[in-house]
């Protein structure tokens, strides 16, 4: 049988264990980890699908979809609480959808449960006066009237004249006597 020949003397071998069982210790010694409770995935979880809806429901306002964009930031609001620019952007497309009590439900609502220094709070004081004012004027034409899609007539049908029946040729020829 071979032998192996080793460089290393038996007392540096017990060393080396030695250090190397130390060093996987201190590595291996398990760190203070705190990992945040399952609710906080799923609430984020939750909040990413509110900004998905909120980032469809702005493309179809921008194509004058009102009633639908308003519908999905309703969606976008009930998923994410604490998104009140859902609210106010579910509002105003109803304002331009001259759906004028449902805005000014959503806006009251925004103006109660919204903090008192948001952004939007000014503009949503302003947009629910103006939309009260359009409620409590009888008589008044809609305030905001939303563009409508161009409307594209079908196009005519034209009746060609039916050509009259033409005797055939053959029958027209005389027969030889």
């Known amino acids: 049988m071979p032998r192996t020949i080793s460089t290393c003397s038996a007392r540096s071998r ?3 264990v ?4 130390a060093v996987l210790a201190a590595t291996a010694a398990p760190a203070a980890v705190t990992l ?6 799923a609430a984020q ?10 980032v469809l429901a702005a493309t179809r306002a921008k194509e004058h979809e009102y ?3 308003a519908k999905l930031f309703h969606e976008a609001f009930a998923l994410d609480p604490a998104g009140w620019r859902y609210l106010y952007s ?9 759906k004028l009590t449902e805005a000014a439900r959503d806006y009251n609502a925004f103006l109660d449960g ?21 409620l409590n004027t009888p008589g008044r034409p809609p ?35």
């Not at 030695?18 to 069982?21: T, V």
């Not at 979880?45 to 909120?54: F, H, M, P, Q, R």
């Not at 034209?158 to 005797?167: F, I, K, N, R």
């Open 143 to 177: 305030v905001f009237k939303p563009t409508p899609p161009p409307v594209v007539a079908p196009a005519k049908a034209v009746a060609e004249p039916v050509p009259a029946a033409q005797p055939s040729a053959a029958r027209t020829t005389a027969r030889p006597a």
């Open 14 to 16: 017990g060393q080396g």
């Open 67 to 69: 009633g639908f964009a």
């Open 90 to 98: 579910a509002a105003r497309c109803e304002q331009l959808d001259n």
């Open 18 to 21: 030695g250090l190397a069982i």
């Open 114 to 134: 919204a903090p008192k220094d948001h952004e939007l709070r000014s503009k949503a004081a302003a947009q629910a006066a103006a939309v009260q004012a359009a």
């Open 45 to 54: 979880t939750e909040i990413d699908k509110a900004s998905d809806l909120g």
């Open 36 to 41: 945040a409770p399952a609710s906080t995935y």
